[in-house]
């Protein structure tokens, strides 16, 4: 069976595929990404077949430079993909590329719908946790926790409620969003869900959630959703100074795979930096992009790198510091290590909370957070049983996840059933 994956074009939404594709192409399907032009040579690497999309959206060059997106390079863009998705241009990739089955990225409803147009299957693949509306589950991009009491439920549902009063803006990005979708695929608007954390829910098209269930809230079982393998293991490290590392115990601090675009993660430089002066018995590798502070403000315990060997440093830490990207989240737990959120944008306040509910580590708030909070918990995660238990129980989801394929034998059923 030919397999096409159609997934936003980041690093932090494709590398968590390849687990999953590799598998695929070992039971003897064919892979192949639909993307923009700037992965193409990242997947060819990998063997993975590519068939190019949204060129005229994302021209060759497009996500190498380093220009800021403002409101008018934003504007532009959605004016771009409206002409492209107009002119049926998506549609004809997918006929040339002959999928027998299309895995679109969950935040990617115009590819399930163009897929839907054209009668082919398609599944959802979510590179995050679910993101749709359930019990006393709040969105993701939400910190509130948990709680199914009452009152708990109440502030949930207060919870959504805003988040589709800040959509409620006729002219805005969901309104002109939801239009499109219902005008130009003639999908029924009955079947799509406005409850979704960042974009609109298409219950219809089951899921895939490309991470482990122990990590998200409480959430009713649904045998249209599953839980995959998503690590990637195998990637081929950077170089790093490993002879500066001297015994101490280690720190690695992420940033994540789009630090250079978000100031918050940045403003996580400063207060690394008083944390790893107030710590001057252990060690600090930051990986970080260019534009933080100077050699001046940083001490010798700390050693700062643009590009760091993730794996092999989480490996030898003690605690990971971080913004909360489940990404991350998941590299971390499967090497056993807790961690220290202060998390960012997106679902990274949601992943914090679930951090904090589950037991994981520590969570802050990044606009309160000290330096003495973060020493503090550096000093207690390691030795803290209760949180190297709970650490444990999601590293045992990974390893079986990974080891068992439960997506590669979700997908291949559900070929079976379509014909």
């Avoid at 939404?13 to 040579?41: C, I, K, Q």
């Avoid at 800040?166 to 979708?181: F, M, P, T």
């Avoid at 509910?357 to 802050?364: D, E, I, K, M, P």
Wanted: charged residues 25%; aromatic residues 8%; hydrophobic residues 40%.
């Amino acid at each position: 069976m030919k397999i096409a994956l159609g997934m936003l074009p980041e690093l932090g939404h494709l590398a968590p595929t390849l687990s999953l594709a590799r598998n695929l192409r070992g039971a003897g399907h064919e892979v192949v990404y639909l993307g923009v032009a700037d992965f193409e040579g990242w997947v060819r690497e990998r063997g993975f077949g590519f068939v190019p999309v949204f060129e005229t959206v994302f021209p060759r060059g497009a996500l190498t430079e380093s220009r800021p997106e403002t409101a008018e390079t934003l504007a532009a863009r959605f004016a771009a993909y409206g002409q492209y998705l107009q002119s049926g241009a998506l549609e004809s990739r997918l006929r040339e590329a002959r999928p027998d089955l299309v895995l679109a990225d969950a935040l990617n409803d115009f590819l399930m719908l163009s897929a839907w147009s054209l009668g082919l299957p398609c599944l959802r693949l979510s590179t995050s946790l679910p993101q749709g509306w359930a019990p006393g589950v709040p969105p993701l991009s939400s910190p509130l926790p948990y709680d199914a009491s009452a009152e708990g439920l109440a502030r949930s549902e207060e919870a959504w409620e805003a988040l589709l009063r800040s959509r409620a803006d006729q002219g805005g990005y969901h309104a002109i969003k939801l239009a499109s979708l219902v005008h130009r695929y003639g999908y029924p608007l009955e079947r799509i869900d406005r409850r979704g954390s960042f974009e609109m829910e298409l219950p219809e098209f089951p899921e895939i959630v490309l991470g482990p269930s122990r990590l998200d809230f409480p959430r009713p079982p649904s045998d249209r959703r599953i839980h995959a393998e998503s690590l990637w293991l195998e990637r081929p490290e950077v170089p790093f100074p490993w002879e500066v590392l001297d015994g101490r115990p280690l720190v690695y601090i992420s940033g994540g795979s789009q630090a250079h675009r978000r100031r918050e993660t940045l403003a996580l430089r400063g207060l690394a930096a008083e944390v790893a002066a107030a710590m001057p018995e252990h060690q600090f590798v930051m990986a970080m992009p260019e534009g933080g502070p100077g050699e001046a403000a940083r001490p010798s315990n700390l050693i700062e790198v643009r590009f760091a060997p993730q794996l092999a440093l989480i490996e030898r830490s003690c605690v990971v510091l971080g913004h909360g990207g489940l990404g991350s989240l998941k590299e971390c737990f499967y090497h056993g290590k807790p961690v220290v959120v202060i998390p960012g944008r997106f679902d990274q306040p949601g992943n914090a909370a679930r951090v904090r509910h589950h037991g994981l580590g520590a969570a802050f708030d990044a606009s309160s957070v000290t330096a003495a909070d973060v020493e503090e918990a550096i000093r207690r995660l390691p030795s803290d049983a209760a949180v190297q238990a709970n650490v444990a129980l999601v590293r045992e989801e990974l390893v079986t996840l990974e080891r068992e394929q439960p997506g590669r034998r979700w997908i291949e059923a559900y070929l079976s059933r379509s014909g």
